[in-house]
């Protein structure tokens, strides 16, 4: 498995500059573009936007748990946009995103999406990303991620937070991102509760995940499972992948104060 998840990381393509240059000039002219990543620091409760996700981590995660995390879960994102136009191409998107992830360490479960409805005459994606976590993560993880969430509806639209969510996880009418906290196992594993979500809109608006939407005018896709990290995979890997993003995980992947 190890020579074959290595071969996988090496033959696998990833976003170029030109393929991301419009995200990146935008990237270099904002303040603080380079701020180191602080979420990554031992055994804290931190978050951050990464591309499309947004990532909370327990304070039970090393930073080398965070880091394997981020730089896993973003090799899958960069790969899959490679592959696939996150927006118009979401399932075919998400299949690929789920085949990285197995191939370089991570269990693979079921992963079905089926139409979300709210019940309600409108929905506010925030709430229903917590209502559907609801089902699988607990209490706690399902506090951290309303954090995170809230974390970045503080900041501003013109702050590298925002810049990268807004550019990675919708184009508009459409919409492509995941939301999962991350925790350690009592034998020290680490598991995601990974929700990935797509969605459809008639109309388009920003800061999305905080708009009311009138449920006759979005179309909402989602999927949710426990994934737990390999170790004994990953930490082969592990150097290969880091070597592959180069500088991505600086440019996309940002602290979310919570």
Known sequence: MTSAAL???????LPSDDDLGELLDKLRGLPHA???????????QTAQVNAGSLTSFTQNLSGQNKSDVQNSTLFAQLASDRAYDRYNSPMDW?????????????NQPGFA?????????????????????AAIATGDEIAMVE???NGLK???????????????????????????PVDALPNGDVVMVLDGMQFNASTTHSRFLWWTWESSSIRIQRAANKFVLNDSVYSQVRQAVID?????????VADIPI
Request: net charge neutral.
């Open 113 to 133: 999406f089926d139409t979300y409805t709210s019940g309600g005459s409108t929905v506010q994606l925030s709430e229903e990303v917590l209502g559907i976590l």
């Open 244 to 252: 592959k993003l180069g500088d991505r995980a600086a440019q996309l």
């Open 34 to 44: 380079a701020a180191p990543i602080r979420s990554l620091a031992d055994n804290k």
């Open 94 to 106: 998400y299949k690929n995103y789920i085949n990285v992830l197995g191939q370089i360490g991570w």
């Open 147 to 149: 954090a995170t969430m």
């Open 7 to 13: 071969k996988f990381v090496s033959v696998t393509k």
């Open 154 to 180: 503080g900041l501003s639209d013109e702050s590298k937070q925002m810049t990268i969510w807004d550019a990675k996880s919708n184009d508009g009418n459409n919409g492509n991102f995941q939301i999962f």
